[in-house]
Structure formats: C-alpha cells, structure tokens
C-alpha cells in the first residue's frame, strides 16, 4: 500500500506509453487516425532508403557521444572524486562546484553554451583573443568538425558531478587497510591505486557506464538547444532523440505516428538490451574480484 501511489505513476506515465508505443507502431496512420494493420512496415522504412541513412548517422553519433563523454566526464570525474578525498581544504566548496552543473535544466545549459561558444560575441572566443590566442578561436559549433566535440565536452562539463560523487561514496567504503598494506610493500601511489583501488571501484564504474549509456542514447534537448532540430551544421550533430522528434512533429508524412512509435521502440529496445547484457557482465566482473 505505501508503494501503491509511485507505482501507480510509474505505470501511467512510463509502462503505458511503452505499451501504447509498441502498439501504434504495429498500425498504418493518417494522421491520427488509425487505419489498419502495418504489420512491420513502419520497422522496416526505418532502416531503408534516405530514413536508413539518417537512423545509422544519428546512430553513430550518438555512439561517439557516448564514448567520448565516457571519456572526459568518468575519467575527470574519477579524478576530482580521488583528488578530494585527499584534500582537506575546500572540499565541501568544491564538491557543490562540481555538482551545481548537474541541477542545471540541460536547455538552460545549452542556451548558456552557445552564447559563450557565439563565434561573433561569444566569451570563449573573447578570453583566447585577450590573451594572444587568436588562431585557437573557432566557430566551436558551426564547425562540421568541431560540433559533436563541442557538445561532448559540454555534456561532461554539466554532468562531471555525478560520477564524481557515485566514486567519492565508493572510496569512502573502501577499507584503508588495502592501500596501507600495499604502501608496506613498497607500492607506489600509483601502483596502489592501479592494482589496489581501481579493482574495487569496478561496481561504481559499472553504475556509471550504463547510466552514461543510457542517458548519451536518449540526449536530446541539450543537443537541440545549441545545434537545433536538425542537428546543426549540416546533420554533424544529428542524434536518435532529435531524428524522432522529427519524425513525430515535423514530418509532412501522414504516416509520421507510426514510423515515430517504430523508432521509439527500436530505440528502447536497443538500450535495454545493451543495458541488461552491460550489467550482466559487469557483475560477472564483481564477482571474479571477490
């Protein structure tokens, strides 16, 4: 019973719409109104003809997008988490620095970027002009190159946070003895945290990566905010949340419903399923440490 009213929302607004989603995907559409059985038609325009290649673009996308936010934001995360729990002065102040970011609505975060990243009037560009740093300003997000880059560093800036408080509460759990008995043995502080400390910070890191995974997978609106619905410069940025939402509310096609639903449904079942097998193996992974 006390339970009772959270599940009660987690099915409205979460278990329903994936039904309801699967569903209509399974449906012909003229608009919104149903028309008949479609079977797997909706599935298979997906991965066909000029749809095909937008879906496997913005699948790729989103693939580097996860990789390098996995890359700059765990690793300086781990970083910042180590760096604290070995200084005393300023920790607290610090820690809120980092997370502030995080509490931040991703829109609003967007907006502020591509203000700073402006090309015309934009302060990143300014600080490198006033210190004789003018060959490194760039059009950060006009750049075909530079875009996806952009927005991964600026993801990690905002998220760095996360992963830096779910490790300072994992080192916090780690018995002190470990690393005490590895510095006896003539460890380095490296090697002690290498051999010794990274080992047992496997169940954090796992946490951390699907999560990241789950949320690079779905980002949209931090995209959209600095690069637009169309992923901005010429599809450079183009990811899996801005090709559906396209598909669901800027496509002249009448059928836009169903093919929507059919992306929302490849989409969830794909980061499940690597969701699911992520975790499997990464307890596996636990399991060997033990």
């Not at 409205?12 to 919104?32: D, K």
């Not at 760096?83 to 502030?100: D, E, K, M, P």
């Not at 760039?138 to 490790?167: C, E, H, K, R, S």
């Not at 890191?205 to 995209?223: K, P």
């Amino acid at each position: 019973m006390f339970i009772l009213p959270a599940l009660v929302l987690y099915t409205v607004f979460i278990v329903y719409p994936l039904f309801s989603a699967l569903q209509y995907s399974l449906f012909s559409w003229e608009g919104t109104r149903r028309t008949g059985m479609a079977g797997l038609d909706n599935f298979i325009r997906l991965f066909s003809g000029v749809y095909g290649e937008r879906l496997w673009r913005a699948f790729g996308h989103n693939l580097v997008f996860f990789a390098g936010t996995m890359l700059v934001q765990t690793t300086l995360g781990l970083a910042f988490a180590v760096l604290l729990r070995r200084s005393r002065a300023g920790r607290r102040f610090l820690q809120t620095a980092y997370v502030l970011p995080h509490l931040v609505s991703p829109i609003v975060v967007g907006y502020l970027w591509s203000l700073m990243l402006s090309p015309q009037f934009g302060a990143v560009n300014a600080a490198l002009r006033a210190v004789g740093l003018d060959a490194l300003a760039q059009p950060w997000t006009g750049d075909p190159a530079l875009a996806l880059p952009t927005l991964v560093l600026v993801n990690a800036w905002q998220w760095i946070g996360f992963p830096m408080l779910l490790f300072t509460a994992a080192l916090a759990g780690l018995p002190p003895e470990y690393e005490e008995a590895a510095r006896v043995d003539g460890a380095t502080g490296w090697q002690a945290f290498r051999h010794v400390t990274l080992p047992l910070l496997v169940p954090a890191i796992g946490i951390v990566t699907v999560l990241t995974f789950v949320g690079t997978m779905n980002v949209l609106d931090l995209v959209y905010a600095m690069q637009g619905s169309q992923g901005a410069p010429a599809g450079a940025t183009d990811v899996l949340g801005l090709l559906f939402y396209r598909t669901a509310f800027n496509n002249p096609d009448p059928g836009a419903i169903g093919q929507a639903s059919a992306l929302a449904v490849v989409m969830f079942a794909f980061i499940f399923g690597v969701s699911i097998a992520a975790t499997r193996i990464l307890r596996r992974w636990e399991a060997r440490l033990r």
